[in-house]
């Protein structure tokens, strides 16, 4: 079955970029749409943006500007940065199968921004 | 912005006993044209990613246990977890996802 990991760096400095990769198992990238989602310290999550197979995206209006997705196919990966980032970016990220609905997550990547 | 609130924050539930979740949004999510209800919920415990319960507001996602249930349509919506078991303490959150590019959860419920 297809499962999702995201990596990447733990800590970011405040006005840097924030970098993450997410590797599909068990599936093909190129199947389906992918998601990043975040979720601070006791709220509810939040949509960041979508990749589909094609490479083209869609991102929420509240971060468009400073966000950008893009796959690698042949490594079975997609990608996450955020620009500029801020103490308020400081989440669990997610990466996540969209259908729409997300029916298969990652276990989550803690970003602390400091 | 698409707004999901969630009623109540939090309830306390006797084992056995039924859980009702309410879930609003600000703009309804019914599409007309395959009168499909763009919402769905999700169980989220300590330490893990939300977990997919229900789709298209009642279609339960596979291997979810039947005590969990959806209903509403348009702009009102409700899960109902018909006899709790200790292990459906969680936070569930409602999801929209009619609006594209602007996805939206609720802030949550925690049962306990």
């Known amino acids: 079955q297809v499962q999702l990991q995201e990596s990447g760096p733990g800590l970011v400095k405040p006005s840097e970029t924030l970098s993450l990769t997410c590797t599909v198992s068990?599936?093909?990238?190129?199947?389906?749409?992918w998601s990043w989602i975040r979720q601070s310290a006791g709220k509810g999550p939040e949509w960041i943006g979508r990749i589909f197979s094609s490479g083209s995206t869609d991102y929420n209006p509240s971060l468009t500007s400073r966000v950008t997705m893009s796959l690698h196919t042949s490594n079975n990966q997609f990608y996450l940065e955020l620009t500029s980032v801020t103490a308020a970016d400081t989440a669990v990220y997610y990466c996540a199968r969209d259908e729409g609905a997300f029916d298969i997550w990652g276990h989550g990547t803690v970003v602390i921004v400091s | 912005d698409i707004v999901m609130t969630q009623s109540p924050d939090s309830l306390a539930v006797s084992l056995g006993e039924r859980a009702t979740i309410k879930c609003k949004s600000s703009q309804s999510v019914l599409y007309s044209s395959n009168n499909k209800n763009y919402l769905a919920w999700y169980q989220q415990k300590p330490g893990q990613p939300p977990k997919l319960l229900i789709y298209w507001a009642s279609t339960r996602e596979s291997g979810v246990p039947d005590r969990f249930s959806g209903s509403g349509s348009g702009t009102d919506f409700t899960l109902t977890i018909g006899s709790l078991q200790a292990e459906d303490v969680a936070v569930y959150y409602c999801q929209q996802y009619y609006f594209n590019p602007q996805y939206s959860f609720g802030q949550g419920t925690k049962v306990e």
């Open positions: 068990g599936g093909s990238i190129s199947s389906y749409t």
